[in-house]
T-cell receptor
Framework: NAGVTQTPKFRVLKTGQSMTLLCAQD?????MYWYRQDPGMGLRLIHY???????AKGEVPDGYNVSRLKKQNFLLGLESAAPSQTSVYFC????????????????FGPGTRLTVT | GQQLNQSPQSMFIQEGEDVSMNCTSS?????WLWYKQDPGEGPVLLIA?????ELTSNGRLTAQFGITRKDSFLNISASIPSDVGIYFC???????????????FGAGTQVVVTP
């Protein structure tokens, strides 16, 4: 079991460039999440997905798009990168069953460090 | 979004000392989670708490779900150098299905252990 994996680990973009971050999980989890982590701010939810083909906005969705074409993959896209999007991005996943207490236990990937110049 | 109030922000301790940190909110939660993040890595789940008053241990770590449901505490006993890292609390608030599965996070406590 690889758990949650993310590619790439590091990336440098120029302002206005686009890129896609890939998250993959092999735990058959229904729910997947994208967070960004900035110093002193903890983790902030960008977008999430409650199942294949569905996505929803989180706390800080502006400037990002996501897709969940396959259950095991969750993609985060930046169409036109801005310096404010310099951050560390984490993907997470969790069990699906509504009402199941273990559904709150999110498992994180190793992160992608993105710098936008 | 609302963040949990986590304190202290940082701690410098000597090896062998005990460590305590806490997380508070003005709202009630029905789940509390504690994560540890090593430098350059993603957060790793340490302890999950599901009932008010619950006390759970994981090795030298002990966490408690506050009886008011508005706070949680994490203790590390007899710290060792590998305890260094950032510890995050996270909570799940009761509510609608829209809020289900979404966690709120504290800003983290940076722990530095000196020999």
């Amino acid at each position: 079991n690889a758990g949650v994996t993310q590619t790439p680990k590091f990336r440098v973009l120029k302002t206005g460039q686009s890129m896609t971050l890939l998250c993959a999980q092999d735990m058959n989890h229904e729910y997947m999440y994208w967070y960004r982590q900035d110093p002193g701010m903890g983790l902030r939810l960008i977008h999430y997905s409650v199942g294949e083909g569905t996505t929803a906005k989180g706390e800080v969705p502006d400037g990002y798009n996501v897709s969940r074409l396959k259950k095991q993959n969750f993609l985060l896209g930046l169409e036109s990168a801005a310096p404010s999007q310099t951050s560390v991005y984490f993907c997470a996943s969790t069990y699906s069953t509504i009402g199941s207490s273990r559904g709150y236990e999110q498992y994180f990937g190793p992160g992608t460090r993105l710098t936008v110049t | 979004g609302q963040q949990l109030n986590q304190s202290p922000q940082s701690m410098f301790i000597q090896e062998g000392e005990d460590v305590s940190m806490n997380c508070t909110s003005s709202s009630i939660f029905n789940t509390w989670l504690w994560y540890k993040q090593d430098p350059g890595e993603g957060p790793v789940l340490l302890i999950a708490l599901y009932k008010a008053g619950e006390l759970t241990s994981n090795g030298r770590l002990t966490a408690q779900f506050g009886i008011t449901r508005k706070d949680s505490f994490l203790n590390i006993s007899a710290s060792i150098p590998s305890d260094v890292g950032i510890y995050f609390c996270a909570g799940q608030r009761p509510g609608t299905t829209d809020s289900w599965g979404k966690l709120q996070f504290g800003a983290g406590t940076q722990v530095v252990v000196t020999p």
